[in-house]
């Protein structure tokens, strides 16, 4: 019953190194989403999907790349990391836009 | 657009005492609205939702009912435990296909 899995939990990268983050959901959930955490900002969104080959940006998505090649992953592209990028990172998934979401555990990536 | 409001915190609260997290919302239409729970590491889990006006989510000893007339989705649980002690998050769908989350409110629940 894996749900929403992310990898890796923790990552420490130099400013200007690129990363992925990768996030799998088993539900077969049309939507995905990814958000980031900050103290005293709430959850952002960065980027959306509503299905495979489709993408959208969400309110913060300056720095950030994802595609949706199927419907199970969704991964987060950092093209060149930078220290504002420090953050925990949530991919989530639902059936639709209107129904509750499913959150993986995180990662938490921080920028030197 | 659709907003919502979340009583600030922390709440610090001893073992046993009563529990209540006031939300409050702006929708076009009635929207589900949902409660989720962040423990410390971890993701948000939803913890109960409502889908239409007058309906009563509740799971774990925590109930929330959706009120039209005051736009509200307050948090309660009779008998709070050290091991609710979380952040909590009020919710419901916006625009970009996503939901919209309040500002959190910290738990601390101390024997």
């Known amino acids: 019953n894996a749900g929403v899995t992310q990898t890796p939990k923790f990552q420490v990268l130099k400013t200007g190194q690129s990363m992925t983050l990768q996030c799998a959901q088993d539900?077969?959930?049309?939507?995905m989403s990814w958000y980031r955490q900050d103290p005293g900002m709430g959850l952002r969104l960065i980027h959306y999907?509503?299905?495979?080959?489709?993408?959208d940006q969400g309110e913060v998505p300056n720095g950030y790349n994802v595609s949706r090649s199927t419907t199970e992953d969704f991964p987060l592209r950092l093209l060149s990391a930078a220290p504002s990028q420090t953050s925990v990172y949530f991919c989530?998934?639902?059936?639709?836009?209107?129904?509750?979401?499913?959150f993986g555990q995180g990662t938490r990536l921080t920028v030197v | 657009g659709n907003s919502v409001t979340q009583m600030e915190g922390p709440v610090t609260l001893s073992e046993e005492a009563f529990l209540t997290i006031n939300c409050t919302y702006t929708?076009?239409?009635?929207?589900?609205l949902f409660w989720y729970v962040q423990y410390p590491g971890e993701g948000l889990q939803l913890l109960l939702k409502?889908?239409?006006?007058?309906d009563k989510g509740s799971n774990k000893g925590f109930e929330a009912t959706y009120r039209k007339e005051t736009t509200s989705f307050h948090l309660e649980k009779g008998s709070v435990q050290v091991s609710d002690s979380a952040v909590y998050f009020c919710?419901?769908?916006?625009?970009?296909?996503?939901?919209?989350f309040g500002a959190g409110t910290r738990l601390a629940v101390h024997p």
């Open positions: 919710a419901l769908p916006g625009g970009y296909n996503k939901l919209i």
């Open positions: 539900m077969n959930h049309e939507y």
């Open positions: 929708a076009t239409g009635y929207p589900s």
């Open positions: 409502a889908t239409k006006a007058d």
């Open positions: 999907s509503v299905g495979a080959g489709i993408t």
């Open positions: 989530a998934s639902s059936n639709s836009g209107k129904t509750e979401a499913f």
